[in-house]
């Protein structure tokens, strides 16, 4: 059961150009997440999914953008990257919204912008 | 405004020993509380939860209390074992939070627990 995937694990991209991480579940999870997690600090939310065809803004959405056309898959969208955005990135998933149904992570994509 | 505090960045103990890794809240709608733990190069991994009707949950090693007048949790890990160095989150959810069906987790900076054997 490979769970969360996501990819590329490292990327280097030079101010302005643009990108998308890709982020893919196997568990049939109707929520997905995209969170960024800065150097020392907590995991903000980006954008969420509640189902396919279905996204919403979490609490630093700008420079991004989602959009999930079925259930597995769950991708984010750098456009115009700016230093601002080094970050290492991680998407996650569950099976409803419940507070009991914990979130599954993937591993991970380290970001730099240069 | 850090809704969800984890004052210590970092915390080392003795293999055997008990661990206790604290968390602090200040938004009194916050009713369930989850602590992750994560290894470097991978993603956080869910370890233990509580709801606010209980004051004390318990998985093997690993037992969460919760102070809801003090708005204070732990996790204690006993006892604690090297394969246990990793850092540790703490993360809420609450009715404030809440989207629809979507309620979203406020999640603390974490603290670096090291044991050393």
């Known amino acids: 059961n490979a769970g969360v995937t996501q990819t590329p694990k490292f990327r280097i991209l030079k101010i302005g150009q643009s990108m998308t991480l890709q982020c893919t579940q196997d568990?049939?999870?109707?929520?997905m997440y995209w969170y960024r997690q800065d150097p020392g600090m907590g995991l903000k939310l980006i954008y969420y999914?509640?189902?396919?065809?279905?996204?919403d803004k979490g609490e630093v959405p700008n420079g991004y953008n989602v959009s999930r056309s079925t259930t597995e898959d769950f991708p984010l969208r750098l456009e115009l990257a700016a230093p601002s955005q080094t970050s290492v990135y991680f998407c996650?998933?569950?099976?409803?919204?419940?507070?009991?149904?914990?979130?599954?992570f993937g591993d991970g994509t380290r970001l730099s912008i240069l | 405004d850090q809704q969800v505090k984890q004052n210590s960045p970092s915390l080392s103990v003795q293999e055997g020993r008990i661990s206790i890794l604290n968390c602090d809240y200040t938004?009194?709608?916050?009713?369930?509380f989850l602590w992750y733990k994560k290894y470097p190069a991978e993603g956080p991994t869910f370890l233990i939860s509580?709801?606010?009707i209980k004051d004390k949950n318990e998985d093997g090693r690993f037992t969460v209390f919760l102070n809801k007048s003090a708005k204070h949790l732990s996790l204690h890990i006993v006892p604690s074992q090297p394969g246990d160095s990793a850092v540790y989150f703490c993360?809420?959810?609450?009715?404030?939070?809440?989207?629809?069906?979507?309620?979203?987790?406020?999640w603390g900076l974490g603290t670096s627990l090291a044991v050393n054997p």
């Open positions: 996650a998933s569950r099976v409803g919204g419940r507070e009991s149904q914990p979130q599954h």
């Open positions: 568990m049939n999870h109707n929520y």
């Open positions: 999914s509640v189902g396919a065809g279905i996204t």
């Open positions: 938004n009194s709608m916050f009713d369930y």
């Open positions: 509580i709801s606010s």
């Open positions: 993360a809420a959810s609450g009715r404030r939070e809440n989207a629809g069906n979507n309620r979203k987790l406020i």
